[in-house]
């Protein structure tokens, strides 16, 4: 791929969580050609382990984990890992997170319900509950176990992945809207906790982009776009889906200390 700047992450070990994914694994790809270690985390071994592979066979450092972001001890397993293999952590990626069509309704309007659909009221709570865990928690339990090694060196970056339905809320996903609303404020809340440690905490929050997880949603079989699909694109200005390699300029610029060494998403502190 083409990197958007000309930025030198040369020496910086870069933990991506959901590099499985199109959109972290991109991320992964983009760290790695800027001259990054990257560990690539993953529930899906198979994924980050033929990124890695990718990406050394072109002379690139990477290395693929597997991990659970919702085990504790799982993670602080691969912590330890990425430190024999690549050294301790300068640049956290939390990318894991997701949906469930347990927390999803079938309407967009509950007038507009019709017999048999799965509505509001039939939004199952187990399914709400794991939402809110693979975001939220999913983000602060890695926080947890790589940001020590940024506080013992009193220097580091930590980029969160939001989304826009964190301001403005889709129809039909109520948990994950919610849910990636608390990945923004957390977000600040992190920024403040460790600005006195060196430490700067950003969130990226993108628009519509295809992923593994919506491809069902926004295409048909035959590939022609679903009306949900149409409709999402009728409120873009710009009439398209995001594509992941127009977020890496973002992403670079964020966690490049000397180019935005005082950006960091705060609150007041009280």
């Known amino acids: 791929m083409t990197l958007p700047l000309n930025v030198d992450f040369t020496g910086k070990v870069v933990v991506v969580t959901g590099a499985g994914g199109v959109l972290c694994g991109d991320m992964a790809r983009a760290y790695a050609q800027a001259g990054a270690k990257v560990a690539a985390l993953d529930l899906n071994e198979e994924a980050v382990k033929k990124l890695a592979d990718d990406l050394k066979a072109q002379g690139y450092i990477c290395e693929g984990y597997k ?3 919702l085990d504790p001890a799982a993670l602080e397993e691969v912590h330890q890992q990425v430190l024999k293999d690549l050294g301790p952590c300068d640049i956290l990626v939390n990318g894991a997170g997701g949906n469930n069509p ?9 007038h507009e319900a019709k017999e048999g659909q799965k509505t509001f009221f039939d939004l199952d709570a187990s399914g709400v509950d794991f ?5 939220f928690q999913g983000t602060l339990l890695p926080t947890q176990v790589f940001v020590k090694d940024m506080v013992e060196r009193k220097h580091g970056n930590i980029l969160n992945i939001s989304s826009m339905n964190a301001y403005i809320p889709l129809t039909k996903i109520p948990a994950y809207s919610g849910a990636k609303a ?3 404020n957390f977000t600040q809340w ?3 906790h460790f ?7 950003n969130a990226i929050a993108p628009g519509f982009l295809v992923s593994n997880q919506n491809r069902a949603l926004l295409f048909n079989a035959d590939g022609t776009p679903t ?3 149409e409709k999402i694109l009728k409120g873009t200005p710009m009439g398209r889906f995001v594509d992941s390699e127009e977020l890496l300029g973002g992403v670079f610029f964020l966690t490049d200390d000397k180019a935005a060494s005082a950006m960091f998403a705060a609150y007041s502190g009280v």
């Open 227 to 229: 009306a949900r699909s």
């Open 67 to 69: 991990a659970n972001v």
């Open 195 to 201: 600005a006195g440690s060196g430490i700067r905490a």
């Open 182 to 184: 608390a990945i923004s």
């Open 102 to 110: 347990r927390a999803t309704t079938d309407n967009e309007y509950q």
């Open 190 to 192: 992190l920024a403040t």
């Open 131 to 135: 939402v809110f865990k693979l975001n």
